[in-house]
């Protein structure tokens, strides 16, 4: 278990929906980070916050957006759902805003969108 | 920019093997390297990572890697396979201050007895 938290497991939607994927980072983690794993992309990062500020951007889709609450939890909206959309999304988090590349990672939030 | 290429998608090896799961990267400066792991239905979790300093990098799990400029690989091993390992393997780079981590590929491992 790595203390990363995300919700939902999985989640079907259909074309032009809006989701939103949820995070808790370990305790006492400041940064969150996105990834998109999908067969044909790989893992892919798409954009990382440190205690709720924006740090890094990725391959961020303009219809997806994120946030980092003042509880450091973080939210990935992603919206106008595309077929190509469906992928896992990954949360990770580490302790300070530079990435020593130790990240742990939650189990991911499954997406299909029909 | 930099990137990492991880050769072979798929590796299968018998039980009591040696495991060998290649990587090569291309940075224009020093870069961080990183494998981590994926089991079925779970998220990635890191085996070892090399920084700077000793070339050759234990992890966990009786694996390991080396760090070869030279080359610009940095090769995952593992003296003898056990059915457990059967998993993806991704190689990542990271360079300086960047938050960013690159990710390969992936290899999945393939365990036979």
């Known amino acids: 278990d790595s203390g990363v938290t995300q919700t939902p497991k999985h989640l079907i939607t259909a074309t032009g929906q809006r989701v939103t994927l949820r995070c808790s980072p370990r305790?006492?983690?400041?940064?969150v980070y996105w990834y998109q794993q999908s067969l044909d992309q790989g893992l892919q990062f798409l954009i990382q916050?440190?205690?709720?500020?924006?740090?890094a951007k990725g391959n961020i889709l303009e219809r997806f957006s994120a946030q980092q609450f003042p509880d450091l939890h973080s939210e990935l909206n992603l919206s106008s759902l595309e077929l190509g959309d469906s992928a896992l999304y990954f949360c990770?988090?580490?302790?300070?805003?530079?990435?020593?590349?130790?990240?742990?990672f939650g189990e991911g939030s499954r997406l299909t969108v029909l | 920019a930099q990137s990492v290429t991880q050769l072979g998608s798929h590796v299968s090896v018998s039980e009591g093997a040696l495991v060998l799961l290649r990587c090569n990267y291309s940075?224009?400066?020093?870069?961080?390297l990183f494998w981590y792991v994926q089991y079925p239905n779970q998220g990635l979790q890191l085996l070892l990572k090399?920084?700077?300093?000793?070339?050759l990098v234990k992890g966990i799990n009786g694996f390991e890697a080396e760090f070869k400029k030279s080359e610009t690989s940095f090769h995952l091993t593992k003296p003898s396979a056990h059915m457990s390992d059967a998993a993806e393997y991704f190689c990542?780079?990271?360079?300086?201050?960047?938050?960013?981590?690159?990710f390969g590929t992936g290899t999945r491992l393939q365990v036979t007895l």
């Open positions: 305790s006492g983690d400041l940064s």
């Open positions: 916050y440190y205690n709720g500020e924006e740090r």
């Open positions: 090399y920084t700077t300093g000793a070339t």
């Open positions: 940075s224009s400066v020093p870069p961080y």
């Open positions: 990542a780079v990271k360079t300086g201050t960047a938050s960013k981590l690159t």
């Open positions: 990770a988090s580490s302790v300070g805003p530079l990435n020593t590349g130790e990240l742990f």
